[in-house]
């Protein structure tokens, strides 16, 4: 028994004296210079982009020159008893456009009818057929409105009815194989580890700049939809009172004149009433499509957003994946400083 226990003392002995002089030559401390290295590498900032702008441009209609003109013609015919040329030729280009059944359609639209439009309706079937058959016609179309409709980012609003980001690289010692000293590399893994929780805090840092930048823009993107869709209304109302107006005059210049326009009241009336259906329509049209354009803002701002946040994201993990390369470079060399190389 005593004779093994004086065995394991010398082995034990043997063995220390034997790690002692493999040892003995490392360096307790990684080169100072390397530590320095490391310690100097950083996170590129990275710039912010900024969302692609949205661009639009706006609704516009222009009323029928032709329409004005024959409504201040018929004004005087009550007056002189003379039917104006001008008068006479609108007249017979309704005749020759539409049928009898058509003409007396669109000279009876009721009041009520009328009202309905104007209040944003659609227009009974009969007298839609009626006006689309007129629309079709270049005669009568001279007396329909002409506009242009809104457009988010060059693409027309009728009011009918992204890239990768990279991965965050692996983290890799590369330090196998090496005989070093347990101090020594400790103390290199400790000035890679510091590192790294500084890149790591600026990468989080950078990151929360892009989050913010994105969430600042998506967060105005509902009030300004609000503001643009309350404004609507404002821009149609005067359009049709004074539609309504000249409507109205028409109406009843026409209605004094019955007695001297004799077979051409009839057709005069419906077409005073496919002039002002097809105005109101027109606005209707409109104003729901400057409504879709206001929610086409919001859906094109907020992808314009997404892509710019994408895009920062990517930058962010570059710029850190390239710090992190660097320190995981710096960190080898760290430790084959640690080694003994004589």
């Known amino acids: 028994m005593k004779k093994s226990t004086?065995?394991?003392?010398?082995?034990?002995?043997?063995?220390?004296?034997?790690?002692?002089?493999?040892?003995?030559g490392d360096p307790l401390e990684p080169d100072a210079d390397l530590v320095e290295k490391i310690n100097d590498i950083e996170v590129a900032p990275v710039t912010i982009v900024a969302p692609t702008p949205v661009t639009t441009t706006p609704s516009s209609v222009t009323a029928s020159a032709k329409t004005a003109e024959v409504a201040t013609a018929i004004g005087s015919i009550a007056s002189t008893g003379v039917v104006p040329a001008s008068v006479k030729t609108s007249a017979a280009e309704v005749s020759g456009a539409l049928s009898p059944t058509e003409v007396s359609a669109m000279a009876t639209v009721t009041p009520a009818t009328i009202a309905a439009v104007a209040g944003g309706g659609a227009l009974p079937t009969?007298?839609?057929?009626?006006?689309?058959?007129?629309?079709?016609?270049?005669?009568?179309?001279?007396?329909?409105?002409?506009?242009?409709?809104?457009?988010?980012?060059?693409?027309?609003?009728?009011?009918?009815?992204?890239?990768?980001?990279?991965?965050?690289?692996?983290?890799?010692?590369?330090?196998?194989g090496l005989a070093v000293s347990d101090e020594c590399i400790a103390k290199a893994e400790e000035a890679f580890n510091t590192v790294k929780a500084k890149l790591d805090g600026t990468k989080a840092e950078e990151m929360a700049k892009v989050e913010q930048a994105y969430q600042t823009v998506i967060a105005a993107l509902a009030g300004n939809e609000a503001t643009c869709t309350a404004g609507i209304p404002a821009k149609y109302t005067p359009l049709r009172t004074a539609a309504q107006t000249i409507f109205d005059q028409t109406n009843a210049a026409l209605d004094a004149a019955?007695?001297?326009?004799?077979?051409?009241?009839?057709?005069?009336?419906?077409?005073?009433?496919?002039?002002?259906?097809?105005?109101?329509?027109?606005?209707?049209?409109?104003?729901?499509?400057?409504?879709?354009?206001?929610?086409?803002?919001?859906?094109?701002?907020?992808?314009?957003?997404?892509?710019?946040r994408t895009t920062n994201t990517a930058a962010v993990n570059a710029a850190y994946n390239k710090a992190l390369g660097e320190a995981n470079a710096a960190r080898v060399e760290l430790a084959q400083s640690c080694h003994n190389q004589g």
């Open 6 to 24: 004086f065995s394991l003392f010398v082995f034990g002995l043997a063995l220390t004296l034997l790690m002692y002089n493999c040892k003995k």
């Open 126 to 176: 009969d007298l839609k057929a009626v006006l689309d058959k007129a629309s079709a016609n270049p005669a009568l179309r001279a007396y329909l409105p002409t506009f242009t409709l809104p457009s988010v980012n060059g693409q027309a609003v009728n009011g009918r009815s992204g890239a990768s980001v990279p991965e965050t690289i692996a983290q890799t010692d590369g330090l196998e």
């Open 258 to 308: 019955q007695s001297v326009l004799g077979a051409d009241y009839a057709l005069l009336k419906a077409l005073n009433s496919i002039s002002y259906l097809g105005y109101l329509s027109t606005l209707n049209n409109l104003q729901s499509a400057d409504v879709k354009a206001c929610s086409s803002v919001t859906t094109a701002a907020t992808a314009a957003a997404q892509a710019a």
